[in-house]
């Protein structure tokens, strides 16, 4: 019967187009990999500098990994805490210019480490209805009530700050760069909000850290602005794995002794905290990968809107190509398979109904002849069905 249950399920999600399936990459993260036995140019990677196979941070991680070994053995607050990861702590805090950052296994413990424990019964988390996954269920973990406002519309969460003027505390949570859109928040106007109504604001930039601002820092750089939160992931533009948290030091210390997904979790290798030490130092010592990468991005927007693509989003790495229907929109990945090009079909419940796409990511290391191979089976499958909404 539990088979026979679970069966039934997924049969409904098959019938609206909704089905999902592993792919098998034989190589590291490259523009060109092996997947599934075929050679593809992969176009939605969030490998976004190229640093996931990047010779200086696979040297680190074996040189400490030949000390530490494989494994970090336990939690942070038992065995799993070694010299790599404070290290690491400080060099995050000193790249985001805080005072002290934590580490946590991924962004998304991280998200819901610190939206389960910060706000309080009796506060409220306003947030923005496009925020990724690990926010939702961070802020639906809380005991704070949460009250959703419209993406990006400033008026309308100004309106809900007004109208929640008698709660204890207010918490403003967005994404930085919202993964699906590709569009950065306005975060000067959220925070210069945040000022007026007394509020805390909590970042999630796991995809503008090491892509947007001067530096690379994200995007509290690229408004000059400092939220009372900051949280990103390495898993990104830093090319590695895990999370952190930036911030004042006192947040540090309470969110040691409160937050459930860094007390009970297993610590990130200290392999990896090399790795990513180095991967820090490069995006902040050399802008030639970002501006590189943002050339790129530009072209292929300018492209695909002179073929008459509906394309979102601002100047970030993340393309979406709106589709539409969700049949439609598994046709044209299939379509670009063809083509030995892969960017798959994003799908409710990820994305609204109607709004189906292909979620085009770029990296630097993407060359300009990969860029024209993308373009033309645009082009091609552009001529053989109206896809245009």
Partial sequence: MFDSWLSD????????NLYRELN??????????????????IFSSNNYLGLACDKRLTNAADTVGKTFGIG????RLTTGNTLWHEK?????ARFKQTEASLLFSSGYLANVGV???LPEKGDVILSDELNHASIIDGCRLSKAKTIIYKHDRMYDLEQKLIETQHCTRRFIVTD?????DGNIAQLDAITALAKKYQA????????GTGVLGENGRGVCEYFGVKPDVMIGTLSKAVGTEGGFVAGSRILIDFLINHARTFIFQTAIPPSVCAASYEAINIIEENKQKRESLMVKVNLIRTRLQALGYNVKGD?????????GDAKKAIWFADKLQEHNVFAPAIRPPTVKDGESRIRLTVTAEHSYDDIDTLIQAFEIIRSEQEVII
């Fill in 115 to 117: 939206l389960s424990s």
């Fill in 72 to 75: 970090s053995s336990g939690s």
């Fill in 9 to 16: 399920r997924v049969t409904k999600i098959k019938e609206n």
């Fill in 24 to 41: 098998v990459m034989n190589s590291g993260s490259k523009p060109m990999v092996e997947m599934n036995g075929e050679e593809k140019l």
């Fill in 200 to 207: 805390f604001v909590i970042v999630d930039d796991a995809h």
């Fill in 315 to 323: 100047e970030t790495p993340i393309i979406p190509v709106i589709i």
């Fill in 88 to 92: 690491l702590e400080r060099r995050i």
């Fill in 176 to 180: 930085g760069v919202f993964s699906m």
